[in-house]
């Protein structure tokens, strides 16, 4: 059974630093796009961006880029997103996915959400 | 960036209606690289629709999809109590992968 497992919820302050994960297993982790989606309160999702851990291939949404970093170790099927220095606005549900060799996301994590007050 | 435009921004319907539910690009979505996704509250997305028209594993035959170009179409016939919910598109064809802004289907 395909799984993807994140990491639990995360409350911090304004300047931390953070860095969640997703865990796939059940597939083999290093031959699937992994993609982050955002989704602040009551608000749509929002691509954030994806990595290939096969060769650790990375596109960023232009919008992220500078933000935050993706990564991967294919060795622990294991794929992360970090923040160096969090904001309030930073406040959301941070989602993993799977992108399907068909096409979509076809799997998905169960949400991380991360909350930044002061 | 391609930007994706959902319509309408929510649609009341009872149940056992049939649901239309709008997707249009800014230019045009290669190879129809086009999916539909529904989130039911306190839930992570689902994947309905692939490839602008193919269901997903498990997806009932209720959903349909259509459309290519800067137009796609999100069906779902015979509107059963799970299916209210938000739906979203998204394109995957060019980077960023963007989604659109969501038509939320409640009940009327």
């Known amino acids: 059974e395909v799984q993807l497992v994140q990491s639990g919820g995360e409350v911090k302050k304004p300047g931390e630093s953070l860095k969640i994960s997703c865990k796939g297993s059940g597939y083999r982790f290093f031959s699937y796009w992994i993609g982050w989606v955002r989704q602040m309160p009551g608000k749509g999702l929002e691509w954030m961006g994806v990595?290939?851990?096969?060769?650790?291939?990375?596109r960023y949404n232009p919008s992220f880029q500078g933000q935050v970093t993706i990564s991967a170790d294919r060795s622990i099927s294991t794929a992360y997103l970090q923040w160096s220095s969090l904001k309030a606005s930073d406040t959301a549900m941070y989602y993993c996915a799977r992108r399907s060799e068909l096409g979509g996301f076809d799997y998905w994590g169960q949400g991380s959400l991360v909350t930044v007050s002061s | 960036e391609i930007v994706l435009t959902q319509s309408p921004g929510t649609l009341s319907l009872p149940p056992g209606e049939r649901a239309t539910l709008s997707c249009r690009a800014s230019?045009?979505?290669?190879?129809?690289?086009l999916a539909w996704y529904q989130q039911r509250p306190g839930q992570a997305p689902r994947l309905l629709i692939y490839g602008a028209s193919s269901r997903a594993t498990g997806i009932p035959d209720r959903f349909s999809g259509s459309g290519s170009g800067t137009d796609f179409t999100l069906t779902i016939n015979r509107l059963e109590p799970e299916d209210f919910a938000v739906y979203y598109c998204q394109q995957y064809g060019s980077s960023p992968w963007t989604f659109g802004q969501g038509t939320k289907v409640e009940i009327k």
């Open positions: 990595i290939f851990p096969g060769d650790s291939d990375i």
């Open positions: 230019q045009s979505v290669s190879s129809s690289y």
